[in-house]
């Protein structure tokens, strides 16, 4: 695939878009058919098989991808939803998680009571903007004692505060909704007997930074998409096939060749880092790498 130019004109266009940017969560209900969700839990159910009551367990992208869900999820409604939100969508999160009985939210339960935000500071992007994304798919039925995602439309910035008013997302086996990553959210405990079991992906512009798609399940599975006879773009790109230069990696075209004049600087100073920086430094980036490539 080749250079995109970055613009919001389809953006523009898709009726939800306005609704996402002000409050950040938009219901897309049932985007997924019941049969389709039985055939999906058909599936997955011998993965998840035993462990406790309690226990929070995952199947993998790789796992999705060979048990054909992955490329079920993108259907061209699915695919159309996300390009009309940003043009450029790369994935940073497809798993399927279960979340068992608890009397705690299963992430940052330390702060809070749950809530947090997955991203805070975004130099030089709106928080309103739809330029962090996740959708979620329930793939059971969630009641409202059942572990429900909870978020606050509109709290792109600013503090928790009590008294704000939230939404609580129930639904059937197959409920779909997107929602902003800035927005103040949090996993409800699960009091319910039953486990709740969610598909999660997540993505963001190509061009910012994602160690997730550098990480192995992602470009393993990239090749193993790139090596299929049914050459397909858009589950290359989504898997950062345009990612690959380094982690900020920018596919914007240029906008044409620059006429100006300038002057330019000339060399008074050199870069000196002390022994103590750049151990640090050194430090730093093994720990990164141990992150990306270790066990
Ligand atoms: O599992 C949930 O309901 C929410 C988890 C969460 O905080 C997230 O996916 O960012
Ligand atoms: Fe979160």
Redesign the pocket.
């Known amino acids: 695939m080749g250079a995109k130019k970055i613009s919001n004109d389809n953006c523009e266009q898709a009726g939800f878009i306005t609704k996402l940017k002000s409050e950040g969560l938009i219901n897309f209900g049932q985007f997924f058919s019941k049969e389709t969700v039985k055939r999906w839990n058909d599936l997955l159910d011998p993965l998840f098989a035993g462990g406790s009551d309690e226990e929070k367990s995952y199947v993998k992208i790789d796992k999705l991808h060979s048990l054909g869900i992955f490329n079920e999820f993108f259907n061209p409604a699915m695919r159309s939803m996300m390009n009309s939100i940003m043009p450029d969508p790369v994935l940073l999160c497809f798993h399927v998680y279960e979340?068992g009985h608890s009397e705690k939210p299963?992430?940052f339960s330390e702060s809070f009571d749950g809530w947090h935000r997955?991203v805070n500071d975004l130099p030089g992007l709106s928080c309103q903007d739809p330029n962090f994304i996740?959708i979620f798919v329930h793939l059971t039925d969630v009641e409202y004692e059942g572990g429900a995602?909870e978020t606050i439309p509109g709290s792109f910035e600013g503090p928790l505060a009590s008294e704000q008013e939230s939404v609580r997302v129930t639904g059937e086996a197959g409920t779909t909704y997107i929602w902003n990553?800035c927005l103040l959210?949090k996993?409800n405990p699960n009091k319910s007997q039953r486990k709740r079991r969610?598909l999660?992906i997540s993505f963001q512009h190509n061009y910012l930074q994602n160690e997730h798609i550098i990480s192995k399940p992602f470009e393993d599975l990239l090749s193993v998409v790139k090596a299929s006879d049914n050459k397909d773009a858009f589950l290359e790109f989504i898997l950062g096939s345009e990612h690959r230069f380094s982690p900020r990696a920018c596919t914007i075209d240029p906008y044409q060749d620059f006429t100006g004049s300038y002057t330019p600087f000339k060399a008074n100073s050199s870069v000196k880092i002390g022994l103590f920086n750049f151990v640090k430094g050194v430090l730093f980036y093994m720990r990164k790498a141990r992150k990306m490539f270790g066990p």
């Open positions: 979340t299963h992430v997955d996740s995602f990553r959210h996993a969610m999660k």
